[in-house]
Every structure is written in C-alpha cells, then in structure tokens.
C-alpha cells in the first residue's frame, strides 16, 4: 500500500514540478511568444534543443487530451479508475483523499481543470516554439474540452430540471 501512496505522491510532484518549471521558466515563455525569429525557441538551435526535447517529453505524458475522442475517454476510464483506486486506499488508511481521486468527481470536472489548467496552456507555448506546428493537436484538444462542456452542462441541466421537479408544490 505504501508503494500506491508513492506513486500517488511521485505523480502530483512531478505534476507541480512541471507546472514550476514552465513557470519559472520566463525566458522560455518570453522568447516563445516574440516575433523577432532571432528570439524565438528554435528546434534547429542547438544549445536550446535539450531542453525543447524535455519539454516534447512532458508534452507526451500529458498527451492523453491530444488524441482522438474515443482514445481519449479510453484512457479516461483507465487513470481514473486507477485514481479511484488509489482514493480507495487512502480512505481504507484513514488518509485524507485529494478531490480527484473521489469516486463522486465527475469526469467532466476532472478533465475540463487538466485540460483547461495544464494541458492546453502547455501545448499553447510549445505552439511558440519554430519548428513545432501544434494546429491539428490544439484542434484536437479544444474538441475533445467541447465535448467535456457538453457533458458538463448536460449535468447541471439535469440536476436544474431535478431541482424543479422536487420545489414545486
């Protein structure tokens, strides 16, 4: 059990670690939204390639939101089952359980905070960088997030009409 609570742990470290290090990274963000080609990341310029391959590398583990509808919600399905599971262990150990790894978050909650928060904000600057071309991947994504707004909505719609239902006289 311990091992779950590890990789519980490994898994927001290196989430935040990523966060911080794109933040904390101003010349990086500076120089990817410059128009000047001189300032800009280049995956051609050689000193700078090493750190555009890590953040390619960070762009692959949080690519679930860049493929394809149906893939995408298969993977869905199988982090948050494992995220349950791993809440599940944390309430058996009388451990407080972090709001995502609740079997009572909805997905669409789940997803619209990744994507909306860490993912497309990503995928955003690395579009910056010359020599990447994110159009079809950014597409992508925003129609995978509509598709998670329309089930949001859905819900809210639903829980309005239920709301009704049990107000009136």
């Known amino acids: 059990m ?3 609570f ?3 742990f490994f898994l927001t470290y290196h989430t935040y670690c990523l ?12 120089k990817s939204k410059s128009k000047k080609a001189e300032d800009r990341f280049s995956i051609h310029d050689e000193p700078q390639r090493n750190f555009i391959l890590s953040l ?3 762009m692959a583990d949080l690519s679930n939101p860049a493929k ?6 298969r993977w869905c399905d ?9 809440g599940d262990k944390e309430k058996e150990a009388g451990l407080p359980v972090g709001h995502i790894f609740k079997r009572d978050t909805p ?14 904000p990503f995928y955003s600057q690395m579009q910056g960088i010359e020599g990447v071309d994110l159009t079809d991947v950014l ?13 949001k909505t859905k819900v809210e719609r639903d829980k309005e009409e239920v709301d009704v239902v049990f107000t009136k006289d």
């Open 68 to 73: 394809p509808l149906p893939i995408y919600l």
């Open 6 to 8: 590890n990789h519980n």
């Open 78 to 86: 199988l982090v948050i089952s494992e995220f349950q599971s791993l």
């Open 107 to 120: 997905l669409h909650e789940i997803q619209l905070g990744f994507v909306n928060f860490l993912v497309k």
């Open 2 to 4: 311990r091992h779950l």
């Open 139 to 151: 597409n992508t994504i925003d129609t995978n997030l509509q598709h998670f707004q329309k089930m």
């Open 56 to 58: 390619i590398l960070h």
């Open 19 to 30: 966060i911080g290090k794109l933040l904390h990274r101003k010349e990086a963000i500076v």
